[in-house]
């Protein structure tokens, strides 16, 4: 079992940086490929970013590609996800995720994640 818990949202203004994190346990850290989603208040949940177990294999929805940033410190379990020049429209819950398994591939969380965390919030104001 997989435990998730994301941390390191809050209040900021637009043209900001945030970076959020995501503690894992409950599995061998680095064999767990993991994912960044979000989900804003009356819309459905969208993937953002993933990074495989390796940390060598990266994948951003296209939309926002150049505003992210996902990495991962194997030495400390966790995983972060930098996002740059924030905009009000990035107001949302964001959550990281992992599917089932050891070394899953990228598209197995983008499509299947199983785990998630209880989801961090994120306020963008202008």
């Known amino acids: 079992q997989v435990q998730l818990v994301e941390s390191g949202g809050g209040l900021v203004q637009v043209g900001e940086s945030l970076k959020v994190s995501c503690a894992v346990s409950?599995?061998?850290?680095?064999?767990?490929?993991l994912g960044w989603f979000r989900q804003a208040a009356g819309k459905e949940r969208e993937f953002l970013a993933a990074?495989?177990?390796?940390?060598?294999?990266?994948y951003y929805t296209p939309p926002l590609k150049d505003r992210l940033t996902i990495s991962r410190d194997n030495a400390n379990n966790t995983m972060h996800l930098q996002m740059n020049n924030l905009k009000p429209e990035d107001t949302a819950v964001y959550y990281c995720a992992a599917p089932d398994g050891l070394r899953a591939s990228l598209g197995t969380v983008v499509h299947n994640p199983r785990y998630w965390g209880r989801g961090t919030q994120v306020t963008v104001s202008s």
């Open positions: 409950g599995q061998t850290f680095s064999a767990t490929t």
């Open positions: 990074i495989d177990w390796s940390g060598l294999s990266i």
